[in-house]
Every structure is written in structure tokens, then in C-alpha cells.
């Protein structure tokens, strides 16, 4: 499915549940210059309308995809919606810890941390245990009853490659 044209809610349903990605790309240009309006006459910066629209699409596909939820109230709605209740929750708790100056960096992997609860359950998992937890491809061979620590380095490049892809997809 191409996404060229408008497409009604049930039909971008239907394609979050196929997991076709380019769902995330249509509803993001769909809602981009909604969400950029109102973050921006609020105070925002551009990085604010990437983070919160991507947070908003990202909450919305984990919702129709593990609860097998029919809204009841247009996409667009439930997205505007979600971005004006955490943008202003993350304004305040900026406010809040205003001394936290966050680097480039952290910052990077605040924005990643969402784009990363898209995953499956195994790649999250593999991905935390292998860069958050220091695991070697050995023991998650072990842990997972793989034949060779190979077959463990597939699947953390497989998992990795799931993650960039939702990055550039959202990101481009």
C-alpha cells in the first residue's frame, strides 16, 4: 500500500495491523502541520513536534496492535489529543528539572527510548540485554537455547535493524 492519497481511519487501522510502516509515515505527514501549529504557538521547538508527534503515533499503533482497539473518535483526534497532554506533562517536567541540562546524546536516546517500545517483545529484550546490560552474544546464545553465539549476533543485528528502520521511518 502506498500511501499517496487520503485514506480513511479503517484503512490505516487495517495497515497498523499488518504492520506495514508506512502507516507511521502517512500519519505523520498527515498530522505534521496540526501538531507543529500548536507546539510552536505554545512555545515549542521543531525537536518538541518530533517528539511528540512521534510519541503520539508510536502510543497509538502500540495501542491498536496490542489491545486490537477500535477508536471511537477520528486518528487525527486521538493523536492531537496525545500530543497535547504529554507536550505540556514534558513542558512542565522540564520546567522542573531546569539545572538537568541534557546533552546531544541523552537527549538522542530519550527520543530513541520511545521509538524503541514499537519493537516486539524479543527484540526488546535482546537490544536491552546486549547494550543496557552488557550481555555478549554468547550468553544470549545460552539464555535463548541457541545453537551458537552466531545465531544470538543475527538476531541482536536483526532487532537493531527493526529499531533504525522505525527511526528512519519516522525521522524521514
Not at 59 to 74: F, G, H, M, T
Not at 92 to 119: I, P
Amino acid at each position: 500500500m502506498l500511501f499517496k492519497q487520503s485514506y480513511t481511519d479503517n484503512i490505516i487501522i487495517e495497515q497498523i495491523r499488518t504492520l506495514n510502516k508506512e502507516a507511521l509515515s502517512y500519519l505523520y505527514e498527515q498530522n505534521f502541520i496540526t501538531v507543529h501549529n500548536y507546539i510552536s504557538s505554545h512555545g515549542g521547538a521543531d525537536t518538541d513536534v518530533l517528539e511528540e508527534l512521534s510519541g503520539a503515533i508510536i502510543r497509538l499503533w502500540q495501542k491498536i496492535n496490542k489491545e486490537n482497539y477500535i477508536p471511537d473518535v477520528p486518528l487525527e483526534k486521538l493523536i492531537f489529543t496525545s500530543v497535547r497532554e504529554n507536550f505540556h506533562k514534558h513542558r512542565l517536567d522540564k520546567t522542573t528539572r531546569h539545572d538537568e541540562e541534557l546533552t546531544a546524546d541523552e537527549e538522542l536516546k530519550h527520543r530513541v527510548m520511545h521509538l524503541y517500545e514499537v519493537l516486539d517483545k524479543q527484540s526488546k529484550e535482546l537490544l536491552h540485554l546486549h547494550y543496557f546490560e552488557g550481555w555478549d552474544a554468547k550468553r544470549i546464545a545460552e539464555k535463548y537455547r541457541l545453537k551458537t553465539p552466531g545465531e544470538a549476533e543475527d538476531l541482536i543485528i536483526a532487532a537493531r535493524q527493526k529499531l533504525e528502520q522505525i527511526v528512519k521511518i519516522i525521522i524521514t
